[in-house]
């Protein structure tokens, strides 16, 4: 208290002296390396623009720092045996931004909307399993599947999933992207397009005593350089993604802290099972026995990612460890003799992305599989590219890609979401994102089964069984999961990022 | 000249119009489906199906032509897929700090570069000529980008006087301004010389001489006078090529402005919004050169239009 007491008077006396207000006003300032498409969060399809929503949007549930789900608007909720119909309580005494309440309705009416086809919102994929929501009381809401979906409230927690109140709604419409109200612990303030998206601490918000900082500014900076100036000149308190070529610089200023955080983000290789030489397993399994992961690491990511250990990013529910998968370049040349490649082979290899950290990974597997006599063609593939040649190939025996160098991080956080649209083979490009081509009906059966069951034994047994295939298998050179790498001034913490990119900045505090 | 200017005005349409047909075509050319880019990783077939239909991309090409066209005679060029506001508000909103921007640049720049010009081709082949020439080769060699880190890291990060993003008073367009002018004034400063040294050989400069007039009055009023023509020329053309917004300098200090907005579109596929940016900057090179030639007449009174 007495110290407290002679901070008090030293801010007073400081503010008398220089004719600062004795309170100086907590602005923290974020910057990040995308930009933010939409303030309707059912209307993003990114992951940034939920990430920013989340200032003055909540949903039912949410997911905490290591991803793990905590009700937020939800006290609690009842399944039925079936799995179709959820009953949730919801929490009393929560007002949103403009003063109306909320309840069972504003939940209502904000799931009638994205699941109407007619609104075309972006998010509508996530959400169109919900047969009806209906209000039980006040307080109590009751959600109806069309079909049993076990990650449920996994969808309900995905940071798109927020309550927005209804009679803002009724009032603005489509507007609403333009004017969010939510009941999240700041209030929307100002969007000024290409420069910044400001918000202002919610004197009504419901957790007493957050948030504590007064405004948080978002801060959309591209220029990799410059988001690391601005960290160094104070112009902003937290910066992310930080490249990897700027880590050694910024761990080395004082007053910024580096930080390496963990993620859900996995980088492998797809090979198109379906065509010669990759229906051959021993050639995929040549293929990963070739890849010095560890030295990829030092190489494309400065030492921030660790070797994949299975088919699920270490860390995720139901993820089971299967490696990593030794390097051996000794038996990855056996096992191409054994399949008829003596003398190896030529093919391509494409990236999905073209930037530096792409190129660099692309080039170093060409030269490990150079290293086996696999000669392959690199191409880091522009977005149109992409779309083009990978994601609307028409059918698997006319797909032109081959070996593909992708990420996937499952935006809802589970195992489901890891897998089905990548490894199912109802995924085949343009579906979804299945280039390996892969088809395992083991594998699309476990996948669909723990979809339906509501047991979590049955459903960690089915996923580790369709794991151990899917390694066996190896559509896949299962390569590496990334680190996410962020830095901040020491000044502020309770800043973070999540596993899936996203941000957790509930305790958010600048001292 | 009133008469010139009208039927200059009325002559800017059709090219308008072929820019916009052309716009259109390549637009549409350009690899990668909108509707897949615009719905997203996570999106299914059906989302995509949803997305196509309200971005209007189901339809057949020329339908879309045609609608795209009778909406922009009325104004209207339609929503950003990205953003879905009215584009008119999405470049308006973009368009002044690119402006301000410009202007500034412009201001200093012409003003330094059309000095460094006359003084080097006044003290031509002496010190003063090759320091100026010096400075300007340097900065039409010197990368923008390259400077305006130098800049920033000088004196943002290292001596903490100027601030490094955003655009909120004027002490955020020092360095931008520097920056994008820096390349400008260099080629002013060139072209300045050259045609004044020209102009400086002519027989009416030797004449002004020989009527004893002073050598102050010889150079500002007869020379530079006729010396300007291909100054203004360029100046025209440097003004037009800013407007346009410099990606790179706006890039590296986070502008809020056009060419930024122009990189996005591109990269997630925003036909409306380039459409209409296209169109912006063939507006604007149009009127530049439009007031460049009534710039002539007036620097010329020997120059006539009808």
Not at chain 1, 299 to 315: K, M, N, Q, T
Request: with cysteine.
């Amino acid at each position: 208290m007495k110290h407290r007491l002679t901070q008090l008077l030293a801010a007073l006396a400081l503010g008398a002296a220089v004719s600062l207000p004795a309170l100086a006003s907590k602005d923290v300032v974020i910057a990040i390396d995308q930009n933010f498409t939409t303030m309707d969060p059912y209307d993003a399809n990114d992951t940034l623009s939920p990430a920013v929503a989340k200032s003055f949007y909540q949903g039912l549930y949410g997911f905490d720092r290591s991803m793990k789900i905590v009700p937020l608007l939800a006290e609690s909720h009842v399944v039925s045996k079936d799995g179709l119909v959820y009953t949730l309580k919801l929490k009393r005494g929560v007002k949103f931004h403009d003063g109306s309440d909320f309840n069972a309705e504003a939940v209502k009416v904000t799931f009638d909307r994205v699941t109407n086809p007619e609104n075309k919102l972006k998010r509508y994929n996530l959400y169109k399993n919900i047969a009806k929501t209906e209000v039980v009381d006040p307080y109590t809401v009751r959600f109806t599947l069309k079909e049993s979906f076990s990650p449920f409230i996994n969808t309900l927690a995905h940071p798109t999933g927020v309550i927005i109140s209804s009679v803002a709604l009724a009032r603005l419409g489509k507007g609403i992207a333009q004017s969010p109200v939510g009941t999240g612990p700041f209030r929307f303030v100002e969007w000024k397009q290409g420069d910044f998206v400001r918000v202002e601490k919610f004197a009504g918000y419901w957790r007493k005593g957050y948030p504590k900082v007064d405004t948080l500014t978002w801060r959309p900076v591209a220029d990799n350089n410059t988001r690391s100036a601005i960290l160094q000149t104070g112009e902003a308190h937290f910066i992310y993604s930080v490249p990897y070529e700027q880590a050694e610089v910024l761990k080395s200023k004082p007053g910024i802290e580096l930080t390496a955080s963990p993620s859900i983000i996995h980088r492998f290789m797809s090979m198109n099972t379906q065509q010669k030489p990759f229906d051959n397993v021993k050639v995929r399994e040549a293929i990963n026995y070739a890849i010095n992961k560890e030295a990829l690491i030092k190489v494309a990511f400065s030492g921030y990612a660790i070797p994949a250990d299975g088919v699920l990013p270490r860390g995720m529910e139901h993820a089971l460890k299967l490696g990593p998968w030794p390097y051996d370049p000794a038996k990855a040349r056996e096992l191409l003799k054994e399949a008829g490649y003596p003398n190896g082979f030529e093919s391509t290899l494409w990236a999905a992305v073209n930037n530096t950290t792409w190129v660099k990974a692309i080039q170093f597997l060409q030269q490990q599989l150079g290293q086996v006599g696999i000669k392959v063609q690199v191409q880091a593939l522009e977005t149109g590219q992409r779309v083009e040649k990978v994601e609307s190939a028409k059918d698997a025996a006319s797909a032109p890609v081959r070996m593909y160098y992708m990420g996937w991080s499952s935006s809802t956080g589970e195992a489901d979401w890891a897998m089905r649209p990548i490894l199912a083979s109802e995924s085949f490009p343009p579906r979804m994102y299945n280039t390996a081509y892969y088809k395992n009906d083991a594998v699309d059966a476990d996948i669909a089964k723990a979809l339906n069951t509501t047991s979590a034994d049955e459903k960690d047994k089915l996923y580790a069984d369709a794991q151990r295939r899917i390694w066996k298998d190896a559509p896949w050179a299962f390569l590496v999961t990334e680190q996410l790498l962020s830095a901040r001034n020491k000044k502020l913490t309770g800043m973070y990022v999540m596993p899936d990119g996203s941000f957790d900045f509930n305790e958010i505090e600048l001292k | 000249m009133t008469g010139y200017i009208i039927k200059r005005l009325f002559g800017l349409l059709p090219t308008l119009l072929i820019v916009a047909v052309l716009v259109f075509m390549f637009v549409h050319l350009l690899p990668g489906d909108p509707a897949r880019l615009a719905a997203g990783p996570d999106a299914d077939p059906q989302t995509v199906a949803l997305v196509r239909q309200d971005l209007g991309l189901d339809r057949p090409l020329p339908e879309q032509f045609v609608s795209f066209f009778t909406r922009m005679l009325h104004g209207d060029f339609g929503a950003s897929m990205r953003t879905r506001r009215p584009v008119s508000t999405e470049i308006a909103e973009r368009f002044t700090p690119t402006l301000l921007l410009t202007l500034s640049s412009m201001g200093w720049s012409v003003i330094l570069g059309m000095s460094l010009g006359v003084v080097s081709a006044v003290f031509r082949n002496q010190w003063p000529d090759r320091v100026g020439m010096a400075v300007a080769v340097s900065g039409i060699s010197f990368p923008s980008f390259a400077l305006g880190m130098l800049l920033m890291q000088i004196f943002s990060v290292q001596l903490g006087w100027l601030p490094t993003i955003g655009a909120d008073s004027w002490r955020h367009y020092i360095l931008p301004s520097l920056t994008l002018g820096a390349a400008v004034a260099a080629v002013m400063a060139r072209f300045t010389r050259a045609s004044l040294v020209e102009v400086m050989q002519e027989d009416f400069v030797r004449t002004a001489r020989a009527k004893g007039l002073k050598e102050r009055t010889v150079i500002a009023k007869h020379c530079l006078r006729n010396a300007l023509i291909p100054v203004v020329t360029m100046m025209g053309l440097q003004f037009g090529f800013l407007l346009g917004g410099s990606i790179v300098v706006e890039v590296v200090f986070n502008w809020p402005g056009v060419g930024r907005l122009l990189v996005d579109a591109v990269s997630t596929r925003d036909y409306p919004v380039i459409q209409a940016l296209v169109l912006l900057f063939s507006l604007e090179f149009i009127l530049i050169n439009l007031i460049v030639d009534v710039l002539y007449g007036l620097i010329n009174p020997t120059i006539r239009y009808h």
